[in-house]
């Protein structure tokens, strides 16, 4: 395999990142707010579970 020279990476980086389709505001904001909400509802959900079993536990040992 082949090493380039620098130059060579530099330019073959920059046609890479000029190919890049970055997001918009709007659309970096809704990611965000749609993983938080996944967050806490999954959050939610193994507090839940957690309950449940620690309940099941305790009945089953006393």
Known sequence: MANPSPGLFVRQVRQEM??????????TTVSVIVVFVFCLLLGFYFLLVDKVLAWGVSLIFG
């Open 18 to 27: 000029a190919k890049v389709t970055w997001p918009s505001r709007r659309e």
